[in-house]
């Protein structure tokens, strides 16, 4: 049978829960780098004991730890992330121009099929690679040195490159997302990128359907079908069937389109989770209720899941990085919350149980499943 | 022989206890010591000082007989209790955050 590891990052450390493929008895190990932010950490699919770790603070900067026996041991590699050439100018929240800077590291995304090459998503939004198992590493300076890159602006939690998705089928395709500059697509294994948000509409940019200046907050891909992409945008749940060519509206019936996680069920491409959140000023769920709405129509039509989960008085938020999905049958969905919470489903949503009550606010939730 | 005391963050990366000692040769400074305690701790390179500027992160102060160091510049001599080992130079992340 098979085991499942969940990787979960919090504002003051790292925590590692294990179960069995039953997933009902949990063991916990942890705060590894305790009192550190930890925005991300995952695993290689290639290689599944190592373990990438996005870890800093405002004191101290960035680090990145690696771990080479499934979180047992790590090793502190390389935290020079360095932007090529001259770094230039984006858009600062009030127009002007404003220096490209390094802050942090948000999303670390394994290669799919070797354990030693691995991508960077930073903030000031731009992405790295490593080939050396994250002891250097180079950026990939076409997606920030993009016509449109000097019109970029943050969004409220800055300018971060926080999605990356590989096309299973071609890992020179890859899609990645930025807050608040919008989605882009590379075909050449990085060197080059195109902007993908025709079909977005926001109106809190001078123009709603500009180029670029949409706070994509996440994507999604099942891996069977690489063209289909799921977003959360700031507002609105959109997806695609060619690639980001061309995006639809499939927020449906959901109580509001506001929200952060989207997430994709192992084993049915159309089945489709997000956890609505109240508004962009006021970020926890709505009507005191923690629901994680299911679609299995690839959108438009949601249904609420709500057993296990508190229906009054709980005002937490789930931030982009914090759901993931296991690929058991039926498929484990995971997510956590501001409030510490580690929540797992082990039958496709239809309930939920606290894994963990009072951990750290949760930054972001990964999965393995391993054999 | 000179002491530097590690705030606790940087002691759990580095895996240290809370005071090291490190040796300087030359001229004790900001600078070499920095650039000794980087040698023996790897690890601990940018969390300090700017990988490429070398200048001290925002939140980074250092301190030693009771005085604030942190402006003085790199390659000022530090204290002569501090090049004989008698006083400790510290490292210290700044109150501010949570």
Redesign the interface.
């Known amino acids: 049978m098979s085991d499942v590891r969940v990787l979960v990052g919090t504002k003051k450390g790292a925590f590692i829960l294990t179960a069995d493929g039953k997933r009902k008895s949990w063991d916990i190990s942890g705060p590894h780098?305790?009192?550190?932010e930890i925005y991300h950490m995952k695993g290689s699919p290639a290689d599944p004991n190592r373990i990438y770790v996005s870890q800093s603070?405002?004191?101290?900067?960035?680090?990145t730890p690696r771990s080479d026996d499934g979180g047992k041991t790590w090793t502190?590699v390389g935290?020079?992330f360095?932007y090529t050439g001259v770094a230039g100018t984006h858009a600062w929240y009030d127009g002007t121009p404003h220096p490209w800077e390094f802050k942090r590291v948000w999303h670390i995304e394994p290669s799919l099929g070797d354990p030693d090459t691995v991508y960077a998503g930073v903030e000031d939004a731009a992405i790295f690679r490593s080939t050396d198992a994250g002891q250097n590493w180079e950026e990939l300076s076409g997606l920030r040195k993009h016509d449109t890159g000097p019109k970029w602006q943050p969004g409220a939690g800055g300018l971060c490159l926080h999605t990356i998705l590989i096309d299973p089928s071609n890992p020179r395709r890859m899609f990645v997302a930025i807050s608040a500059a919008g989605a882009f697509r590379t075909e050449d294994g990085g060197e080059t990128w195109k902007p993908i948000n025709r079909g977005l509409h926001s109106q809190y940019i001078p123009d709603p359907s500009a180029e670029v200046g949409h706070c994509v907050h996440r994507l999604a891909m099942h891996r069977s079908r690489p063209n289909t992409l799921f977003m959360q945008k700031h507002w609105d749940v959109m997806r695609t069937d060619n690639s980001g060519d061309q995006w639809t509206e499939v927020s449906g019936n959901l109580p509001t389109d506001f929200g952060f996680v989207i997430d994709v069920n192992t084993n049915e491409p159309e089945t489709i989770y997000v956890v609505p959140i109240k508004s962009d000023s006021e970020h926890y769920v709505h009507e005191g209720k923690l629901r994680v709405f299911r679609s299995r129509s690839g959108g438009n039509e949601w249904e609420a899941l709500t057993k296990g989960l508190p229906q009054q008085d709980c005002y937490v938020n789930v931030l982009r990085d914090a759901m993931s999905v296991d690929s058991l049958d039926p498929c484990g969905i995971y997510f956590g919350t501001s409030g510490g919470q580690v929540y797992a489903s082990a039958d496709d949503g239809d309930s939920w149980t606290a894994i963990v009550h009072d951990l750290p606010p949760v930054l972001s939730v990964e999965v393995q499943t391993l054999s | 022989m000179i002491r530097v005391v590690l705030?606790?963050?940087?002691r759990?990366?580095a895996q240290t206890a809370t005071e090291i000692t490190v040796d300087v040769a030359g001229p004790v400074t900001q600078r070499s010591v920095l650039d000794a305690v980087e040698r023996r701790y790897p690890?601990l390179?940018?969390?300090?000082r700017d990988?490429?500027t070398q200048r001290r992160?925002p939140?980074?102060r250092f301190f030693a007989c009771e005085e604030d160091l942190s402006s003085e510049p790199p390659d000022a001599p530090l204290p002569n209790e501090v090049a004989t080992g008698k006083e400790p130079f510290l490292v210290i992340?700044?109150i501010?955050?949570g």
């Open positions: 780098f305790a009192g550190w603070n405002s004191w101290f900067g960035q680090v502190t935290n020079k360095a | 705030p606790p963050p940087l759990l990366l690890m390179k940018g969390t300090l990988h490429d992160r939140l980074v992340g700044a501010a955050g």
